[in-house]
């Protein structure tokens, strides 16, 4: 059954990465996983892509994944997400590197469900994973991946506030704006790493990692970011 989702009636992802979209149409030259987007870790965490089947889950402007498409060789990368205005963003950048690169406008469980076994390596940026059930999502995502195929995500280590991640599976109500500017919320999840592992080994992960980095700059945008790796258990 499809799901019904905030975003297949209000997008309240339509301002985000807006400015930027209209100054900065380049390919990334790196590719970070930190909240900062300035420094740390890079795709080395999802291992060799070439002539593999790659799938980013909330791609935004699909800048992560235009970046994999152009220089690490893969099959192919699906940069999946639910937002009309994002997707138009990404097509608009780079729609012009299909067939490597693939926007598809889905809600990523959906999209999940409908790929069995299908990728090599799943991952997402402060994407798709912060802003969905993860009862439902990770399950979906482990069943989308092959045998052995990789999860790579990054997200919160603690509230844009500085408050605590959660200690049990509990999603906050943040604010959010629509596309004409009213005031409403989303969900996120920021969940605490022992949280994390519990969901993803009941989601049929294994060889869970969860590396935190610390924030690198001072400023209100800043934060921790944990970076979760795990692996499909072989069936
Ligand atoms: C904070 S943005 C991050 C975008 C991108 N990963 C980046 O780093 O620029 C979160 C994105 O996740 C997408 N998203 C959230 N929940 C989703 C879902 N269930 N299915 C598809 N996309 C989703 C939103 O539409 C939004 O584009």
């Given at each position: 059954m499809k799901r019904v989702t905030t975003t297949?009636?209000?997008?309240?992802w339509h301002h985000f990465g807006r400015t930027r979209a209209t100054i900065?149409?380049?390919v990334p030259a790196a590719f970070y996983w930190a909240w900062s987007q300035a420094s740390g870790p890079g795709p080395d965490v999802l291992g060799d892509l070439t002539g593999l089947c790659v799938g980013d889950l909330g791609a935004g402007a699909a800048r992560h994944a235009a970046h994999l498409a152009t220089r690490h060789q893969p099959a192919r990368v699906d940069a999946v997400d639910a937002s009309p205005a994002q997707n138009t963003m990404a097509t608009d950048l780079f729609g012009h590197l299909a067939p490597r690169l693939r926007i598809v406008p889905s809600d990523v469980v959906d999209h999940l469900r409908s790929m069995p076994g299908t990728y090599d390596v799943?991952?997402?940026v402060f994407g798709a994973i912060d802003f969905t059930e993860p009862r439902e999502l990770l399950p979906a995502a482990a069943?989308?991946?092959r045998p052995g195929g990789r999860l790579?995500?990054?997200?919160?280590a603690h509230y844009l506030s500085g408050a605590p991640a959660q200690p049990d599976v509990v999603h906050a109500?943040?604010?959010?704006?629509?596309?004409?500017?009213?005031?409403?919320t989303m969900r996120r999840w920021v969940l605490q790493e022992h949280v994390w592992t519990k969901l993803l080994d009941e989601a049929g992960f294994t060889d869970i990692d969860v590396d935190v980095l610390s924030a690198t700059t001072d400023g209100p945008r800043t934060a921790g970011t944990q970076l979760v790796t795990a692996v499909r258990q072989a069936t």
């Open positions: 297949t009636t209000t997008d309240l900065d149409r380049t799943l991952y997402s069943a989308a991946l790579v995500f990054s997200t919160l109500d943040i604010p959010a704006k629509t596309p004409t500017g009213e005031t409403t």
